[in-house]
């Protein structure tokens, strides 16, 4: 690829300069990187991790596995790589995502442009020569005109603060961050706390290995079959045939970038029969669209009641022991407003004889001691204990960065009372930083890959535009930036999501402000605004021509 002058790294000491410095090596990293080496920018891409593949990385306990198929939740700039890819099964195990990561980055020559094993300590806008130093770990400080944040939503596991776990003697893991060589658990009495995706695709394998299994559960959680399966040489190809059509409709149609049949009608437009045939079906289908049986289920409480009633009874049908199996019902939120899970044979894994699920929900966990947790006054004693107990979403990452835009400022203190962004893509008063999936955009409420990609196009095509204009600078107003805020939120009361206290409202973080931070009004309808915005000239962002502030605005 051929290099424009501006691509050339200036190195000074332990001091360079690029055009722009990436901020981890995930699926977003990777593919900015792409798109700005193409566009002949110099860029630096920062990984913490030892390798690329970010949440694919870290996340490696048993039974990890992508929960939107693996045909879809894939890149699509590339025809020849979604043409020659191989997927296994229909949802891919983690090191199969993890090696598609490094395929890519391998087959589009990323690497020389990724420093492993480096953390970005800090980011500070220079309002003299309106760039950013950033800081790493390795004591570099590197200037670029932009950052892109790629550091990914679930990216900063969450160890909760239960008393005397720092004493716990056995082993500890966390599922977010697993470590690299095989974990054995034959033979060992294992606690799990936690029921979330991550321990509801562990339990099942952990359960199949240890003497004895405990899980801790605080909270039930909805999860549907996975009915995963190895995919065959026909099905691939018959997928390749109509993917322009898939992706089409991802982008441009599916509220959460899946390809799938849409519902037509609400779910108390049709009768107690039609609707039970129905959510078999879904059932039988298995995963994710089984929310897609009806168009109402996450705007209606009564909707809403018929689709968990029906996953209730599928529990109570699948446990036999009826004390357990009412425990495993959700009872406390409506299905679908904490992220439904996939599973593979959950449910069932109680009905095994070395399996104990321990109900905490009134009084949490007392103590852990040096060899047992202790809940409801008795002590469990276990030999490994799993965290399975999530992340501090969407912006934890981002707030252990020490960035700073205008006048000093960080962004965790603006940000002390909830995210506050435009688009999910800037924040004001932090010109030329780009968060990729950002709080305020769809993210996590949809296929990652397709919000991924929606974002990079657009900061791409942004800083072609900004080149082309000699415009160096560009912000988010504070207006713009308000208004957002304000219809991400509006959007988001109009459905059931607010009832749950789930991670999209910061509701599993002690202290966190509790605002719904992605935006729900779909992958297809945020596109369409970010692309009126674009076309009308970057409206509601602030760009400056030549040397400084937004004072000098060529357009806003
Ligand atoms: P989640 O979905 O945040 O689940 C975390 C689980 O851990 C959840 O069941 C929590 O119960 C439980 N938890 C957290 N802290 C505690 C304490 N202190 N005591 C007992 N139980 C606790 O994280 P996952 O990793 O499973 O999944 C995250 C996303 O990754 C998922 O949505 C997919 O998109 C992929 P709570 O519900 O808070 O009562």
Request: include cysteine; charged fraction near 25%; proline fraction near 5%.
């Amino acid at each position: 690829m051929s290099e424009t002058p501006s691509a050339s790294v200036k190195e000074q000491g332990n001091r360079s300069a690029y055009d722009v410095v990436v901020v981890g090596a995930g699926f977003a990293g990777m593919y900015m990187l792409y798109r700005l080496r193409r566009q002949g920018l110099s860029a630096r891409v920062f990984e913490q991790g030892g390798d690329v593949g970010g949440t694919w990385y870290w996340n490696r306990y048993p039974g990890a596995r992508c929960d939107v198929e693996s045909m879809q939740y894939s890149y699509s700039f590339s025809d020849e790589l979604q043409q020659e890819w191989n997927w296994s099964e229909r949802y891919a195990p983690q090191p199969e995502i993890l090696q598609y990561a490094r395929h890519v980055a391998e087959r589009f020559n990323l690497r020389p442009h990724i420093q492993l094993n480096t953390r970005v300590e800090g980011a500070v806008f220079d309002e003299g020569t309106e760039s950013w130093r950033v800081t790493t770990s390795d004591g570099k400080i590197v200037v670029a005109k932009f950052v892109v944040l790629a550091t990914g939503c679930l990216s900063n596991a969450r160890v909760p603060d239960i008393r005397g776990l720092p004493d716990f003697r056995g082993s500890v893991y966390h599922t977010g961050h697993w470590p690299h060589e095989a974990v054995d658990f034959t033979g060992l009495r294992v606690g799990v706390i936690g029921t979330g995706s991550s321990a509801i695709q562990s339990i099942p394998v952990i359960a199949r290995q240890a003497r004895e299994l405990f899980v801790f559960q605080r909270t039930p959680n909805f999860s549907i079959p996975a009915r995963n399966a190895e995919l065959t040489a026909q099905q691939r190809d018959a997928f390749r045939k109509i993917y322009p059509e898939v992706r089409r409709f991802a982008r441009e149609q599916a509220r959460n970038g899946i390809y799938a049949e849409p519902p037509d009608r609400g779910a108390l437009d049709d009768g107690d029969d039609a609707r039970r045939a129905k959510y078999e079906q879904r059932w039988a289908n298995g995963g994710l669209t089984f929310m897609l049986a009806y168009n109402n289920l996450i705007l209606d409480n009564a909707a809403n009641d018929t689709a968990a009633d029906f996953v209730r009874g599928k529990i109570a049908e699948i446990v036999e022991d009826s004390e357990t199996a009412r425990l495993l019902q959700p009872d406390n939120h409506p299905i679908g407003s904490k992220r439904i899970c996939v599973d593979t044979d959950y449910y069932a894994t109680f009905n095994r004889p070395n399996v104990t699920l321990v109900d905490i929900r009134a009084d949490g966990i007392e103590e852990i001691s040096p060899c047992a947790v202790r809940a409801g006054g008795k002590d469990y004693e276990i030999d490994a204990l799993v965290l399975a107990t999530g992340f501090d979403a969407m912006t934890g990452s981002l707030a252990k960065i020490d960035i700073r835009g205008r006048n000093g400022r960080t962004l965790k203190e603006k940000w002390a009372e909830g995210p506050k962004t435009y688009l999910g893509l800037m924040s004001e008063g932090f010109p030329n930083l780009f968060i990729i999936t950002g709080p305020g955009s769809p993210s996590v409420l949809s296929n990652m890959i397709v919000s991924i990609e929606q974002h990079v196009d657009w900061i791409t095509d942004c800083l072609a535009w900004m080149r082309g204009r000699r415009v160096e600078t560009i912000e988010a107003t504070k207006e713009a930036e308000e208004e957002w805020v304000a219809h991400v939120n509006e959007v988001a009361q109009a459905t059931l999501y607010p009832q749950a206290n789930s991670w999209y409202m910061g509701a599993n973080i002690p202290g966190k402000p509790r605002i719904f931070m992605p935006y729900i009004g779909g992958v297809g309808v945020y596109r369409r605004i970010c692309d009126d915005i674009a076309a009308k000239g970057y409206v509601g962002f602030a760009m400056a021509a030549g040397e400084q502030s937004p004072r000098k605005a060529v357009s806003s």
